[in-house]
């Protein structure tokens, strides 16, 4: 099982960050949250700030568990963490070359989400009111 930590970061008009997977990698092409897999005996939070601070560049000050579940892949399977993180400095950029873009929860639905991805916008949609 791989764990995964990911962020999700709001801005002022309740849009959500997103950023699409590298050509070469799983799922090449997909949008999905910040993050990336924990590494071995790190907290997710650590694990959270490592991967924001590697892609995005910026530093998580706060952060809370929002969803987490088990997703089977066909060849993995992996536990997808998502975090709200309510507390950062920097500005996001994107720092490994993925483009990234904001969008609202409405075009979450449209946009080419992981699928796996797809069972956090409830709760997405729940933490931004
Ligand atoms: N970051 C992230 N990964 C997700 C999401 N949804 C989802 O199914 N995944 C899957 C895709 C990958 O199989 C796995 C994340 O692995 P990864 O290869 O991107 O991890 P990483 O950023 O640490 O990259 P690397 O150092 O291994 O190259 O989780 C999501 O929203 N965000
Ligand atoms: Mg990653």
Known sequence: MIHVVAGALFDEQGRVLIAQRPPGKHMAGGW????GKLEAG???LAGLQRELREELGIE???A???IAYEHGYSDRRVLLDLWLVSR???QPRSVEGQPLQWVSI???ETVGLLEADRPMIPALRAARR
């Open 64 to 66: 809370a568990p929002l």
């Open 106 to 108: 409405e075009e979450l």
């Open 42 to 44: 790190e907290s997710p």
């Open 60 to 62: 998580v000050l706060e």
């Open 32 to 35: 999905e949250f910040p993050g």
């Open 88 to 90: 950062f400095t920097g």
